[in-house]
């Protein structure tokens, strides 16, 4: 009988217990998930402000009585991420937001919620999800469900334990494309809620990572073993207010940060130190002030060859640190003959000379030296082995499709030097000779970390390469440098890709020889992920033989250790080498020549006999000289005989008269006319460029009959880029019209509509049109009232000639066999004007002109033969190269989107869908996609040649076959 009671007592204790429960949580589920089904009147949710609760029809009815109605309550949950669930329905559209807090952060605040927008109908149960990251464990949920009154049903809620959204993974190593051989691991998946989106990365002397958020605190990373299992990774934040850091660097006994941080924290140089031995950095210094903040900031930092000094580089909206010494000749200016004008929407207006830069500073940070400028937003620096120093800059793409586009491009950093980024339409182009040109030209992209191969147990090739990031199109080059002069000469290759990837930093590890990388920036999703080399051949370590050094670059080197001298001396043992024929030995001459008083050789100059010594000198005394010296350097260059320069000189000659009137000040009528005698006779030319530089120099003289010489090129040209250029030096010119050539030229802007570029592109054209209107007199404008009302922004464009008839639909075997067949001479202007037809120079750059979507395609005659080629034009999706390979997204909508991701912020990918139009972008969600897939479709359209007779296919073959060489051996009169 006893045991009966005790038996019944146990048992209405299990169901009151139960029954009790049961308004909190469901007992069929498991202990780390609470739901909450409101069966009973006890639910634990409690109103906090213009709210009532209560429970009907087994219903939470929440009634709103105010503005602010919200609602929540306490509870226990493990860290971790989170899922909540709500179920509800309302007569009105719901627009609120889910908040949690925790034991770190016991409050709750916008940074730790979720907003949602629900339909307005009270018939329809709606089913809100709400997944986020809990830093440590939750304490409390509050729901804001609206901002009105009213009743809102809810039938339950749950919450459990999540696995990450799929927004919250990095990119998975299955949908990375490696070389043969290698092989990719994802170490970590970073939260991005909790630890940021990481931007640059160092190695300390234990092997272990360390890594800055973008936007917050600094982390060390102790990677997996190679060969262990990746969960093994263990990420720790460093306890130390710091952060924010675009370059990290373990030297000297301490850690070098390069804050970008704005208002938050002073952007500059800090040195952080372990001053007790417990591992953790509790000493911070601020070394120098760095004014400069965002993504044109302050960046990377690293170490010199010898070990004794770092290099500090710094975007075009970062201000010079007051370097207290210079090895760039502290003259710089802005050197544009003609007016520029601003970017259209704004970006960098009011920016000057020096632009980005590059300086080197003691451990101490105490006396900084300028080493090179002229830069756009170089993120990352990076020695080789002979202790050459490189960057990878980047381009403008807003600019694209305007004749100052300059795509990203890696940079062969030498002492003194000048890369020529002017803002707006300013950009220098890469043939002037006070700049250095590209070692290569990449294209569009998005320039992050670099490092070279060095210490990496990979094959020799690839120890030897520069390893540089792109992180709009989420792609790793491997750039293999040959020396040639006192340079180098680049090809680069894809060496890892995804879609997306944007990559941030690339670090060597010299512990275990892997390549490791991180992802992220912008809030996107980040990770870590390293690249190690599984494949057959050697991985024996390489080193830089003395070799390597001889010839030019030796010669180089020794002209610029007089770049720190200041000795008479110097003049005469620089002089020789003014005229060499290696573009970085006459440049590396004219620094240490700038940098001695002008007095002691300004009288060489004017007494020069070598056309070259005298050009580039005069280049010097035109950047350094008195306005008194003027009329005797123009006397002596005028004295040249123009017949008998090379094309180099020509051209540097031209570039020299510009800066002699920007520099020395204008030209007296007299000057003006002697000028025009040297030069005004080879106007127009036959080369591209040289027709660039004569129309500039010959608007600014006002020369005879410019403008119709002007536009009858621009008639003729066959590039967007040339026909904007002489539509820009023209806008300037308000003597020399008639109304015909008015109305030419206007009318000109009409045809533009059609041309195509990137985000400023359009308006660049409007207001180019705009400061030409300016030139105009009352009469003028009067007369051309019709054309120049109409809205360049919204008109269709003009056409421009009746379309090309169908010849017929060619095939690669029909094109191939004609061209095997063929003995005759081909055509190379012909050859040109077909690129144009067929639309390539919309997409591809040739020989220096063209669009940058696409590949360049100068170099495609040396690596394919006639079939590959013809194959690339009439079968384009036959074989698509991987590094214009498109993406099919399927979103959740049941929407496809096929393109190319160039473009990221947070969830959002920005993805080009049409080649010919650049600024025109899809934006997708991330969280939206679905799946994603190769396209096997290239983004090259078919029939591009239909329109072409079969001798215009032959010289367009024969054109690309050249390598836009006139003189190639297809356009030779055979026997």
Known sequence: MIQALKTLCIATSVLLVSQAMLAAKDSSVPDSTQVWTFKQKEHGWTPYRDCTLDVKDNLLQVNSTGKDPHFGRELKSPAGWKKVKVRLRAPNRLRGELYWKTEQKNGYADERSEKFDTRGNNKDWQDL?????????????????????????IESISLEDSEPPRSATATPVDQIKLLEGYKVELLYSVPTDVEGSWVSMT???????????????????????????????????????MGMAHGLLYAFDSLYAVVNGGDTR??????????????????????????????????????SPDKKSLYIAAGNHTDLPKPEKSLVPRNWDEDLLLPRLWDARGHAAGKLAPGGWICRTDPEGKEFELVSS????????????????FTYDADMEWDVGSPWYRPTRVNHVTSGSEFGWRSGTGKWPAYYPDSLPAVVNIGQGSPTGIVFGTGTKFPAKYQQSLFISDWSYGIIYAVHMKPEGASYVATYE????????????????PVDGALYFTIGGRRTQSGLYRITYNGKESTAPVSATPAELAGYRALRRDLEKYHEQQNEEVVYKVWPYLGHADRHIRYAARIALEHQPVEQWQNCVLIEQDPATLINAGIALARNGKPAVKHALLEKLNGLDWAALSQTEKMDLLRLYQLVFIRLGEPTERERIDVLAQIDKSYPASDVFMNRELSRLLVYLNAPKVIERTLALQDKALTQEEQIHYAK????????????????????????????????????????????????????????????????????????????????????????????????????????????????????????????????????????????????????????????????????DGRVVNGRVINLSGKNLMVLTDMTNPS???????????????????MMPTGLVDTLTKEEALDLLAYLRSGGNSKHELFKKKD
Request: include cysteine; hydrophobic fraction near 35%.
């Open 129 to 153: 999800t709400f997944v986020f990251y809990a830093d440590s464990p939750l304490t409390g949920l509050r729901f804001d469900p609206s901002s009105r009154k009213g009743l809102i049903e």
């Open 203 to 241: 190695i300390d002397p234990k092997g272990r990572l360390i890594a800055s958020d973008q936007y917050g605190a600094l982390y060390r990373i102790t990677p997996a073993k190679v060969g262990a299992k990746t969960n093994d990774t263990q990420v720790e934040k460093l306890n130390v207010d």
């Open 266 to 303: 002073p952007s500059g140089l800090y040195r952080l130190k372990d001053t007790n031995g417990d591992d953790q950095f509790d000493d911070v210094q601020f070394l120098r002030e760095i004014k400069g903040a965002g993504e044109h900031g302050p960046h990377a930092i690293i170490l």
């Open 374 to 389: 002229g830069f756009r937003n170089e993120y990352d620096i990076a020695f080789n082995p002979e202790g050459e120093l």
């Open 494 to 509: 894809k060496f890892a890709s995804a879609t997306p990837l944007p990559v941030t930093d690339l670090v060597v590890n």
């Open 729 to 892: 030096v023209l806008s300037s010119l308000a003597s020399g019209w008639n109304n015909d050539l008015r109305k030419r030229y206007f009318e000109w802007y009409l045809k533009s509509i059609a041309h195509k570029g990137g985000r400023s592109f359009d308006k660049f054209l409007v207001n180019i049109r705009a400061e030409a209107i300016k030139t105009l007199t009352d009469a003028e404008e009067k007369a051309l009232k019709p054309v120049l009302e109409i809205n360049l922004e919204k008109a269709e464009p003009v056409p421009q000639g009746p379309p090309r008839p169908v010849v017929k639909k060619w095939t690669v075997d029909e094109l191939l066999h004609a061209a095997n067949n063929d003995d005759g001479q081909r055509n190379f202007e012909r050859g040109r004007e077909m690129f144009a037809v067929a639309a390539c120079f919309k997409c591809h750059r040739f020989a220096g002109e063209g669009g940058t979507i696409g590949p360049d395609l100068t170099g495609v005659g040396g690596r394919f033969n006639a079939q590959n080629l013809l194959e690339s034009i009439i079968e384009p999706s036959k074989v698509i190269s991987d590094q214009y390979a498109s993406t099919m997204f399927i979103l959740d």
């Open 920 to 938: 025109d972008l899809a934006s997708i969600n991330r969280d939206s996609v679905e799946e994603m897939m190769p396209s096997k479709s290239s």
